[in-house]
């Protein structure tokens, strides 16, 4: 019986959580979706003022994607990258190198980018997140920062048609919403 006890005030512990996480969402980033839901739950959210939907993911506090494992992770690092940490600083020559090394192997040295930066472009590493195929009916509420899902909900369209992904999009909003009021 108190084992019982003990779990159950776990896990409205982890509920009311949730739900304060949740309540910090003010804005959302949508990614894209299998179909192109991620446009009609852009209109929905936007409709209801549920949420502000946000086309910078910088300024967003959570994003919204149909899929979880390693290509949301790639696809997050690259729209919220790790701070770099500040480069040391160089020691100050001596004196004495300065005097040693010719004028014009210093001009040389200075300036030149490397010739690897150059031949590669600056998005080759970047994965592209892709619309085509069909979602499998779960969408994700991450916090960008932390990678924690903060809400998810199972809702399948049953077909990819304009119609049926708003109706869609409207059961997943009002499901967030009930969310957010903690029923």
């Known amino acids: ?32 979706m299998g179909g192109g ?4 739950l852009a209109n929905r959210i936007t409709g209801s003022g549920l949420f502000q939907v946000v086309a910078d993911p910088k300024k967003a506090d959570a994003v919204f994607t149909d899929r979880l494992g390693e290509g949301l992770e790639t696809r997050l690092s690259e729209l919220y990258p790790e701070p770099k940490p500040p480069e040391p600083t160089p020691p100050k ?30 998005d ?18 991450v916090d960008p920062h932390s990678r924690v899902v903060l809400w998810s909900f199972y809702e399948k369209p049953k077909n990819t048609s304009s119609a049926e992904l708003d109706r869609t999009a409207g059961h997943i909003v009002a499901r967030l919403q009930r969310a957010l009021k903690g029923k």
């Open 93 to 122: 020559p001596k004196p004495e190198a300065a005097k040693t090394q010719p004028a014009a192997a210093k001009s040389d040295e200075e300036g030149k980018p490397d010739a690897q930066a150059e031949a590669k472009p600056k």
């Open 124 to 141: 080759a590493n970047l994965t592209r997140a892709s619309s085509f195929g069909s979602g499998k009916g779960t969408i994700f509420l």
């Open 37 to 40: 839901l991620d446009q009609h």
């Open 1 to 32: 019986m108190k084992i019982a006890a003990v779990l159950l005030s776990g896990i409205f512990a982890l509920a009311s959580n949730a739900s304060a996480q949740l309540a910090n969402v003010h804005s959302v980033y949508l990614l894209p």
